[in-house]
């Protein structure tokens, strides 16, 4: 292992020990943990010879900057927020190999004709308030401060929680990169899925991100005795949101080579063994390369909805709380990364589409996006067990460090 490679895995780990819960890897974004993530963030890019700042949203952000007049910014970036028992590279991974890229460019006193940002997003998985991609919208001037009122599970809103420890909310409009300013985005990312092991390559190509729509889906039924209510007069909440889970289950299983869906939180009340429940409210997930094909889904699974809750006599709300269409990784950066990733002597290079999502969906909006994938063990991901190992990590870098110098060369 080369003392980068060192220096990146030690940064994992040390990153991975800062978490909000003492018994795994938690980091929601606006949290004690998510602050001191960011303060260590901030050190790492000063001492790689950045110019740093934290925006309004809690991205850390660290600039060199290019001599030429006019120059465009070209990002590198990821997030540091995590899921719940998290593993460590989800994220981190993409932004510790910018910072690492980064510090070559300035130690080399690279001229650069664009100003390189690396991009620490502050909330990517959207765990806290159900809104993938907080970070990335503020650069990509897509916020929407509809989302300033959204609640998380203790009733703080998105708002109150900046506020604690980032900033001012007025002034996130401020920190986007106008949308005429952009050159390009670069992200590496560990593939969570399975194909880089089977295919023993340690990194590949990203073709395409699939779309995803996530729906909150709120069931309200009415609370009574467990033992004296005759089973066939119950507005059972629960069993009406299980109904309904199912029949996610069977659609993702029906069209399973376009389709994933998954039901991943849920919040009930009362929540106690005696008490019909009055009151359940979860996610809805789901995700398919297809845009419009996942939003033919949506509504059937809408109506599906509306059918249990009419039988059973049940409340239903059905809000629709992201909705992103497929993206399609810029050709042109895509064949130079190709061509980098030959120029370190990988002969094989294989495309991927992933399930995935990540910022570069944000950015596409305003920017060509390009993305890395590197190998994780058995392509388990949002799991303690995920790992890269540090000679793919070390094969990432040398890509990485290469796709830069053609680009350098491709805009002076
Ligand atoms: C983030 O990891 C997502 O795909 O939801
Ligand atoms: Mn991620
Ligand atoms: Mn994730």
């Known amino acids: 292992m080369n003392n980068r490679t060192e220096r990146i895995t030690k940064r994992l780990e040390q990153l991975s020990l800062i978490s909000d819960d003492d018994k795994c890897l938690s980091r929601f974004f606006g949290t004690p943990a998510h602050n001191e993530a960011k303060n260590l963030l901030m050190t790492w890019m000063e001492a790689a010879g950045l110019l740093v700042f934290c925006d309004s949203l809690g991205n850390v952000r660290g600039v060199l900057k290019s001599n030429q007049q006019n120059a ?55 765990s806290r308030f159900n809104t993938a991609y907080l970070g990335s919208s503020v650069l990509a001037g897509n916020f929407d401060t509809d989302w300033l009122l959204r609640t998380d599970d203790c009733n703080v809103t998105l708002s109150e929680a900046i506020e604690t420890y980032y900033g001012n909310v007025e002034a996130i409009s401020n920190d986007k990169i106008l949308e005429g300013d952009w050159l390009g985005y670069y992200e590496i990312h560990i593939e969570q899925g399975p194909v880089l092991c089977k295919e023993n390559l340690p990194i590949c190509l990203v073709s395409n991100i699939a779309s995803q729509i996530r729906v909150e889906v709120t069931w309200e039924g009415i609370s009574a005795h467990a033992g004296t209510s005759p089973m066939y007069l119950r507005d059972d909440a629960l069993c009406a949101a299980s109904e ?28 106690t063994s005696n008490v019909i429940p009055a009151f359940v409210c979860h996610s809805l997930d789901i995700r398919s390369a297809d845009s419009d094909f996942l939003i033919e889904i949506q509504d059937q699974l809408q109506h599906k909805a509306i059918e249990i809750s009419k039988k059973r006599n049940i409340k239903l709300s059905w809000k629709v709380m992201q909705m992103n269409p497929a993206v399609i990784c810029d050709s042109h950066l895509k064949d130079v990364l190709r061509k980098s990733i030959k120029k370190v002597g990988i002969d094989k290079s294989i495309e991927i589409t992933s399930g995935a ?56």
């Open 72 to 126: 465009k910014h070209f990002v590198i970036g990821s997030h540091y927020d995590t899921v719940y028992n998290a593993g460590n590279f989800d994220g981190p991974l993409g932004i510790i190999l910018g910072i690492e890229i980064a510090q070559r460019l300035k130690e080399n006193n690279t001229e650069l004709p664009f100003h390189l940002n690396i991009a620490c997003f502050s909330d990517e998985e959207g």
């Open 244 to 271: 309904f889970i199912l029949e996610v289950e069977k659609t993702g299983q029906k069209h399973q080579e376009k389709l994933v869906g998954t039901v991943g939180k849920m919040n009930m009340l009362s929540n």
């Open 357 to 412: 999502g990540h910022d570069a969906v944000m950015i596409s909006k305003v920017a060509p996006v390009s993305m890395l994938f590197v190998r994780c063990t058995d392509g388990i991901s949002h799991n303690p067990e995920e790992y890269a190992s540090p000679e793919d990590i070390e094969v990432a870098l040398k890509v990485s460090d290469q796709f830069l110098d053609e680009l350098i060369k491709e805009f002076n």
